[in-house]
């Protein structure tokens, strides 16, 4: 299968590698690199056009890594624009605004918009993705926690921080660890090393997860309809109790929605003759 090993090695320890940014319009993919590359924060709201592009040189162990950062736009209106630049990357920032849920929720159709534009050579296993949940410093707004954002992220394999590009909370932990991680994955033959992000709990307990946070009511948490029997309910709950028990499952979140399976289960009951 082809891999997205970069193209062109100087010599041993040097590496070039391509990393882009995606996610919503306003979310604070172009202010995370600022503050990266330049150690400053800019508050006024400056749309990128199309794409921005900067190069910039990091260490990582005894290599040094040429950095090719591709900004992307995130306003729709630049699809046009965007869609060429999303080939032969190493990396890609995935960033979304704690305190705006569609920003959150869109970014399966930013991976969409990737794989689609990728093309059947798409080999998503020969890239990082880092999640990056920004404005955390805007606490107040918060609207999408942790436990969910890390669940969407570590149930794919892909790294999770919480970032401010306001404060630099988190942006320096998570540059690093997403070079670092580009460069095991190149020294890896331009595969993802396995246990890189090393889960410990399973897709289906994940989705799960998500689920339960999402259920309208306690039928729908149980995953019942409305009037199910005693029976029905006790084992749709003995179901989710092994799934989720938090003795069993790691995943965030687990111990939450093993508490409101409880609640769910009991409160149903109550009301079933
Ligand atoms: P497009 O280029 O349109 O796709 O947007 P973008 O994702 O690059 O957003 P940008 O970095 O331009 O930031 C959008 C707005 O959010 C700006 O007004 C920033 O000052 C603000 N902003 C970005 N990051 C943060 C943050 O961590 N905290 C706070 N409080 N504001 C932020
Ligand atoms: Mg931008």
Same mark, same amino acid.
Not at 155 to 183: D, K, L, P, V, W
Not at 206 to 225: C, E, F, N, Y
Not at 237 to 266: Q, W
């Given at each position: 299968?082809?891999?997205?090993?970069?193209?062109?090695?100087?010599?041993?320890?040097?590496?070039?590698?391509?990393?882009?940014?995606?996610?919503?319009?306003?979310? /604070?993919?172009?202010?995370?690199?600022?503050?990266?590359?330049?150690?400053?924060?800019?508050?006024?709201? #400056?749309?990128?056009?199309?794409?921005?592009?900067?190069v910039?040189?990091?260490?990582?162990?005894?290599?040094?890594?040429?950095?090719?950062?591709?900004?992307?736009?995130?306003? !729709?209106?630049?699809?046009?624009?965007?869609?060429?630049?999303?080939?032969?990357?190493? /990396?890609?920032?995935?960033?979304?605004?704690?305190?705006?849920?569609?920003?959150?929720?869109?970014?399966?159709?930013?991976?969409?918009?990737?794989?689609?534009?990728?093309?059947?050579?798409?080999?998503?296993?020969?890239?990082?993705?880092?999640?990056?949940?920004?404005?955390?410093?805007?606490?107040?707004?918060?609207v999408?926690?942790?436990?969910?954002?890390?669940?969407?992220?570590?149930s794919?394999?892909?790294?999770?921080?919480?970032?401010?590009?306001?404060?630099?909370?988190?942006?320096?932990?998570?540059?690093?660890?997403f070079?670092?991680?580009?460069?095991?994955?190149?020294?890896?033959?331009?595969?993802? !090393?396995?246990?890189?992000?090393?889960v /410990?709990?399973?897709?289906?307990?994940?989705?799960?997860?998500?689920?339960?946070?999402?259920?309208?009511?306690?039928?729908?948490m149980?995953?019942?309809? !409305? /009037?199910?029997?005693?029976?029905?309910?006790?084992?749709?709950?003995?179901?989710?109790?092994?799934?989720?028990? !938090?003795?069993?499952?790691?995943?965030?979140?687990?111990?939450?929605?093993?508490?409101?399976?409880?609640?769910?289960?009991?409160? #149903?009951?109550?009301?079933?003759?």
């Amino acid at each position: 299968m082809e891999t997205n090993a970069p193209k062109r090695r100087d010599n041993k320890k040097s590496l070039r590698v391509k990393v882009i940014s995606l996610g919503n319009a306003e979310v /604070g993919k172009s202010c995370i690199i600022k503050r990266y590359c330049e150690k400053r924060f800019v508050p006024k709201y #400056l749309a990128t056009i199309g794409i921005d592009y900067g190069v910039t040189k990091v260490q990582v162990r005894d290599r040094e890594i040429k950095v090719n950062i591709f900004d992307m736009a995130g306003h !729709p209106f630049f699809y046009e624009v965007r869609n060429e630049f999303y080939k032969d990357s190493q /990396g890609v920032l995935l960033v979304y605004d704690v305190g705006l849920r569609e920003s959150f929720d869109a970014l399966d159709s930013w991976l969409g918009e990737m794989k689609q534009e990728m093309g059947s050579q798409a080999n998503m296993d020969s890239i990082v993705f880092v999640v990056c949940a920004n404005k955390v410093d805007l606490t107040k707004r918060r609207v999408v926690d942790e436990g969910e954002g890390r669940l969407w992220a570590e149930s794919r394999g892909f790294h999770y921080f919480e970032t401010s590009a306001q404060s630099g909370e988190g942006i320096n932990e998570m540059f690093q660890a997403f070079f670092s991680s580009i460069t095991d994955m190149c020294e890896n033959g331009g595969k993802r !090393p396995v246990s890189e992000v090393s889960v /410990g709990f399973t897709k289906e307990q994940a989705d799960t997860i998500r689920r339960i946070r999402s259920s309208k009511d306690s039928w729908d948490m149980l995953g019942v309809k !409305p /009037g199910a029997t005693r029976e029905e309910v006790n084992k749709a709950y003995r179901k989710l109790a092994v799934l989720l028990h !938090p003795d069993k499952c790691v995943a965030p979140g687990s111990e939450d929605a093993f508490k409101a399976v409880v609640n769910a289960r009991t409160s #149903l009951l109550k009301n079933i003759k």
